[in-house]
């Protein structure tokens, strides 16, 4: 063997597995494996979990916050409007630069796969050409999955189709919507029915921003989930943020999740920038603006976290930690359960990854060997700590290593260290 992990807790709460890695892939798991290795490290009982996914970013606007100055009001359309100032004026080497610093910061957290959005609303295309080329160049220690975006509108935005159709063309992966920003209900939903047709047609995933409003009757999620029935094209569709739903009358939902479910749509929350900007017209009592998570996930639909925006016009914060996303997904939806605490863990690894369609993402043998060593015993402890990253593998290889952070105590009384750990 190439590498042993020996005395790993998993994610389903197994202690004393060992992990035996050959040609960058899992070659065994097992109590004591008998195997030797050229090198082994033993985890000490940490957990060893594969890695965090994003599956819901924006790459072309990372790292730009102030640029060319900040968002005053916290809202979207701020947001919105402060990107096409910047728009003109963004330089390609620029844009790769501040991309490939975030991969750089995704891998230190042990973030390893990554669906981000790109805006294919400006003519040039050349966020779509820097993306692209950040893709190639990070391909060997980070998968990048492409969402062709039109961030001013399908129909709303002249040229956005054939933009978007030429971004298909140049490689980009998903195709992206933004319906509750066409000018009309009525043009989102013809916006929703013209993208899935063309992803049908192409063979591709569909992943669109929907309904992220506090408006009640926004309801394009019904259209997406519709066609994506009629289409055929149940476990490639996304409906991203899905914040009305946080305001939709409770009966109205009940009809929608089933419907949900039966198309096979799947759906992402973005926690830390749900809860700063939706409710932002509300008086008191304010709005929570995050989409209805545990009923998604109790109605059998794929539920994942994402981190949407780190230091950008909608988000002057973020540093690329999946496991901040899950803490405040956590507390956003009081998912303070046992079980609800461990799918909000679930909710930024396996479950992205099954929406973005990895391969080989997991921990049984012939997976690739892509896995994080967490300063924590068990998912829910990785969660309250936000824990360390000890080691992170990419293939077999550790690509990252990070010393656990006890503190030593110099206390009159109280002398040694402590270990913020439970339960070891
Ligand atoms: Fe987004």
Redesign the pocket.
């Known amino acids: 063997m190439d590498l042993i992990l020996r005395n790993a807790t998993l994610p389903d709460g197994s202690t004393g597995v060992d992990i035996a890695i050959e040609g960058g892939r899992i070659a065994a798991l097992g109590p004591q494996l008998a195997a030797t290795a050229v090198e082994e490290i033993d985890v000490g009982g940490d957990l060893v979990t594969p890695p965090f996914v994003d599956a819901?970013f924006?790459m072309d606007s990372t790292l730009s916050y102030g640029l060319p100055r900040v968002n005053r009001s916290g809202t979207l359309l701020e947001g919105i409007a402060l990107w096409g100032e910047l728009k003109p004026s963004l330089a390609q080497g620029a844009l790769v630069e501040r991309a490939l610093q975030y991969c750089d910061w995704a891998v230190a957290r042990g973030l390893l796969a990554i669906r981000t959005?790109v805006d294919i609303c400006d003519d040039r295309l050349l966020a779509v050409e820097a993306l692209l080329q950040v893709k190639r160049q990070v391909a060997s220690y980070l998968d990048l999955q492409l969402v062709a975006f039109p961030q001013d509108g399908l129909l709303r935005s002249a040229g956005a189709f054939d933009n978007l159709k030429r971004a298909i063309a140049m490689g980009v992966d998903v195709v992206g919507g933004i319906p509750h920003f066409e000018r009309t209900m009525a043009e989102g939903a013809e916006s929703v029915r013209l993208l899935c047709e063309f992803a049908a047609a192409q063979g591709l995933r569909v992943d669109m921003?929907c309904d992220e409003s506090d408006d009640p009757l926004s309801r394009h999620i019904e259209t997406l989930a519709f066609h994506a029935h009629r289409l055929g094209m149940q476990g490639r569709v996304t409906g991203?943020?899905l914040t009305s739903m946080h305001s939709m009358d409770n009966y109205y939902v009940s009809k929608l999740l089933p419907l949900m479910r039966e198309s096979g749509v799947a759906a992402i929350a973005?926690p830390l920038i749900n809860i700063t900007l939706q409710g932002r017209h509300d008086g008191y009592p304010r709005r929570r603006g995050m989409t209805r998570v545990p009923e998604l996930m109790a109605a059998g639909i794929d539920v994942a976290f994402g981190h949407?925006c780190v230091l950008d016009p909608w988000y002057g914060l973020g540093s690329g930690d999946m496991l901040e996303v899950a803490h405040m997904g956590l507390h956003v939806a009081q998912m303070t359960a046992q079980d609800a605490m461990h799918a909000c863990f679930l909710a930024v690894t396996e479950t992205p990854a099954r929406i973005l369609g990895l391969e080989g993402y997991g921990l049984r043998p012939g997976c690739h060997a892509d896995l994080v060593v967490l300063d924590a015993g068990s998912t829910i402890e990785a969660i309250r700590l936000r824990a360390a990253r000890r080691y992170v593998l990419r293939r077999g290889r550790v690509v990252s290593r990070s010393p656990a952070p006890h503190a030593a105590l110099a206390l009159p009384g109280r002398p040694g260290g402590t270990d913020f750990r439970h339960g070891r």
Do not use: E
Request: hydrophobic residues 0%; charged residues 10%.
């Open positions: 819901h924006h959005h921003h991203s943020h973005n949407d």
